[in-house]
């Protein structure tokens, strides 16, 4: 099969009709995943710290060390959370946080090691701008301060801080993130020592077609080298209408995002109408097709609602992500609701397709929902 | 199934048949399925999305029917009944301030059945040209008052189109008038009434209706009602409240029934697909409702209907009623997301600016309020359409 070129696929971003780049994507899917299974995870999120010191532009999470509602998430807290999520049948923590200027890498060597000693469960954790801090801090190389993670209990790496991996874009938005090079060479190394990741793509914000290509074509290329992607997930950011954004309580607002999109990278320029559902569904249709060798795409429901993630499902996705356990109150107009395990089951089956619940590594761990 | 025989129907505009309606309903191929509607889309108005800014007054949310889908009813007496006196519609009406918009001095007012000229330039003084009043059955208010309350919106905001009471009420008012349909209609309209939202059609099959609004007037009823009104000069909306016990051929009866109707009058302007919101409604709170799993997957009984669902329902009436000039996303029910995707899917219309509403969020609406008009254009912008601002006869608006 021939593989879309980077032009084609400008071509297709820019003037594709929708449907007919939604079939293609469709298209894409059934011939990976061809008995029509839609997954998710049961996970929580944890945020460990919001005391981060690359203040990105727009990032409502972020507080200084001295501000009253910094905090460090204690053990006792983080082990209540562990327990409640593995009484909810979860089988993974994500944990991601600021940068925090006085944590360095034995603080999450014992945390991690603790954890383990603990619990039965997965660790998906730092993403590449929290790995590269540690790294910087304690004078390592990306790859030792890896295997130190990965020796400690860190069983996977989420795809956050990406936003869009063109360094012409991340100067505006978060001109004191980590580059291109680096997030990708945090992935590369993982992949390595083999740790599976994820990766993400935040659009939406200044970025024209041609950084969304960019940013998927170095993915490609990279999973090409290596495979260690288990799965992409393209959001974007909805100011006014997801409901989540919508939270006023500026503690709150962060935890509300999608969690493997890295809750707190949220650039939004003042003067940019959102994306819409129809970007939404292009940009996704578009890295199913382009993305040939990454296996898996997930729908946010998150940030799209219910209804759009059913309809993403016909538009190349064939993933719901996580259940959201601490995060899923769903803010709308005044009205807010729980969106409960079971309220994702039955949204799979409504859109025509077999829930499954999984693992990081996309095994199967209980079908007959 | 594949659809060709369809699509060739369809590229050859000819009329579907139920059959043809039921198995698009039955087909997963929403890529065609949305690609048709889109095309009979362009043809009845090209690549126009139509908007209008206008204004939901609930009069009352007190009604003797309590339909168990209705989120938004109440007894009287109880928590968070309300009624609105007609000198606070008018308060309300009157309090919205225009948008930066130049003020242009009062026009004289229109005498009715007049038509602005089209397309319509005149500016507005106030940032909506319709309002759309529909609320319960109250038990004590007289049909005087409701004539009362035309003649004084009427008065107060000549300009002001006004879209009131549902075949519901006019019915009910009918029965407590003790005047026949045709009569209550025409009072209606010399007190000021100019057109007529579609709402209460519900789902016509008469079992289903039994076990969703056992109080409400049959199908058979609304549909003369609606009859009367159109032969009456006042022109309606026609809708479809879908996604909770119905199926699929239920669906497709319902509109056949409205396709017939229109052939004989062509008075209704636009279809709009309603999909069911479960919260706080009765239907969803009895559990042996929800535990109805029998249905096919694409039917959602008494949870949200999927987005799949509504998009495939929005193409199949435009490709369906092909006599209908206009097919609506309801974005305030649809959510705006999937409202702007039925764009693509057929529809060419998405309601308005509406500034206030209260029986959508009542059932838990998973939009805003209010749409800015900014906000909206862009919606059909990057829907590939054209936004146009129109009045309530689909005339387009300038300033
Ligand atoms: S986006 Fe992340 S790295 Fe940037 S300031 Fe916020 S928490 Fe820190
Ligand atoms: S749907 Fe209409 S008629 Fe039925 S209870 Fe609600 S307000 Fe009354």
Redo the contacts between chains.
């Keep these: 099969m021939n593989r879309i070129t980077k032009k084609q696929a400008l071509t297709l971003l820019k003037s594709a009709d929708l449907l007919g780049l939604g079939q293609m994507a469709d298209n894409s899917r059934k011939k990976l995943h061809p008995d029509g299974t839609v997954t998710f995870i049961i996970d929580r999120n944890i945020n460990y710290t919001n005391v981060c010191i690359n203040k990105c532009k727009f990032c409502a999470f972020y507080r200084d060390k001295d501000d009253p509602d910094a905090y460090v998430l204690g053990k006792r807290k983080l082990f209540n959370k562990i327990k409640e999520t593995i009484a909810l049948g979860g089988t993974q923590i994500l944990i991601q946080g600021g940068l925090h200027p006085e944590l360095d890498i034995n603080y999450y060597v014992e945390l991690l090691k603790t954890i383990k000693d603990k619990f039965p469960i997965h660790i998906h954790g730092f993403s590449p701008p929290e790995v590269c801090y540690m790294a910087d801090k304690a004078k390592l190389s990306i790859k030792k301060t890896l295997q130190i993670l990965n020796e400690a209990g860190l069983d996977s790496i989420p795809g956050g801080g990406a936003e869009i991996l063109s360094d012409r874009i991340r100067e505006k938005i978060s001109p004191n993130k980590i580059g291109k090079d680096r997030w990708l060479e945090v992935m590369e190394q993982a992949h390595r020592i083999g740790m599976k990741t994820t990766a993400t793509m935040m659009f939406g914000s200044v970025e024209g077609p041609e950084d969304i290509i960019e940013h998927l074509d170095a993915i490609r290329r990279l999973q090409d080298r290596t495979n260690g992607f288990t799965a992409f997930i393209p959001w974007s950011f909805q100011p006014g209408n997801t409901e989540l954004s919508q939270k006023s309580e500026k503690n709150s607002k962060s935890k509300t995002q999608d969690s493997e999109a890295n809750s707190s990278l949220v650039p939004r320029h003042p003067s940019l109408l959102p994306a819409t559902a129809v970007d939404y569904l292009r940009v996704l249709a578009l890295s199913r097709v382009y993305l040939d060798n990454v296996p898996n795409l997930q729908a946010s429901w998150v940030t799209q609602g219910l209804k759009m993630a059913q309809v993403a499902l016909r538009f190349g996705a064939n993933d719901f992500g996580s259940t959201m356990i601490e995060e899923n109150v769903v803010a709308s107009a005044g009205v807010k609701y729980r969106v409960s395990i079971q309220d994702i089951i039955n949204a799979i089956k409504a859109a025509g397709f077999q829930p499954a619940q999984r693992d990081m590594c996309y095994n199967i761990i209980k079908s007959d929902l | 199934m594949s659809l060709k025989k369809i699509e060739n129907k369809v590229l050859s505009e000819k009329r579907l048949t139920t059959e043809d309606a039921l198995a698009l309903f039955e087909s997963?191929d929403?890529?065609t399925i949305?690609?048709l509607a889109?095309i009979i889309a362009e043809r009845k108005n090209g690549k126009n999305a139509y908007f209008i800014q206008n204004h939901h007054i609930n009069p009352t949310n007190i009604c003797v029917n309590r339909c168990k889908f209705c989120a938004f009813s109440r007894s009287r007496g109880d928590k968070g009944a309300y009624e609105l006196s007609i000198r606070e519609i008018i308060k309300k009406l009157r309090s919205q301030k225009t948008e930066n918009r130049k003020q242009t001095p009062p026009q004289p007012p229109l005498s009715r059945g007049e038509v602005y000229p089209s397309p319509v330039t005149r500016h507005l003084s106030l940032p909506f040209r319709e309002v759309h009043i529909v609320g319960g059955l109250h038990p004590d208010r007289r049909f005087d008052f409701y004539i009362e309350m035309l003649k004084r919106i009427r008065k107060a905001l000549p300009h002001i189109h006004i879209k009131a009471f549902t075949a519901v009420e006019v019915d009910y008012f009918s029965k407590i008038s003790g005047l026949p349909p045709s009569e209550t209609l025409r009072e209606l309209k010399n007190a000021g009434l100019d057109s007529m939202p579609g709402g209460g059609a519900e789902i016509f099959d008469s079992r289903v209706r039994n076990r969703i609004c056992p109080e409400k007037v049959s199908g058979k009823k609304w549909l003369e009602v609606m009859e009367a009104a159109h032969k009456a000069g006042i022109k309606t909306n026609a809708t479809m409240l879908y996604g909770h016990l119905e199926s699929l051929k239920h669906r497709v009866e319902h509109m056949l029934k409205l396709r017939e109707l229109q052939d004989r009058t062509g008075g209704f302007q636009a279809f709009i697909p309603l999909a069911f919101h479960p919260?706080n409604t009765k239907l969803s709170q009895k559990s042996e409702v929800r535990s109805q799993k029998s249905k096919p997957?694409?039917l959602?009984p008494c949870?949200?209907?999927?987005?799949?669902?509504?998009?495939k329902t929005i193409a199949i009436s435009r490709l369906f009623l092909d006599n209908f000039q206009h097919i609506k996303a309801y974005w305030i029910m649809?959510?705006?997301?999937?409202a702007?995707?039925a764009l693509?899917f057929g529809a060419d219309d998405m309601d308005g600016t509406i500034i206030e509403e209260k029986i959508t969020?009542s059932a838990?609406?998973?939009?805003?309020?209010a749409l800015t008009k900014?906000?909206l254009t862009?919606?059909i912008e990057?829907?590939?359409k054209v936004p146009v601002e129109r009045d309530s006869f689909y005339r387009p608006v300038r300033y």
């Design positions: 997963e929403i890529f949305g690609r889109n919260m997957s694409t959602n949870g949200y209907t999927s987005g799949i669902d509504d998009l649809l959510g705006e997301k999937i702007q995707l693509k969020h838990g609406a998973l939009s805003g309020n900014a906000q862009n919606l990057k829907a590939g």
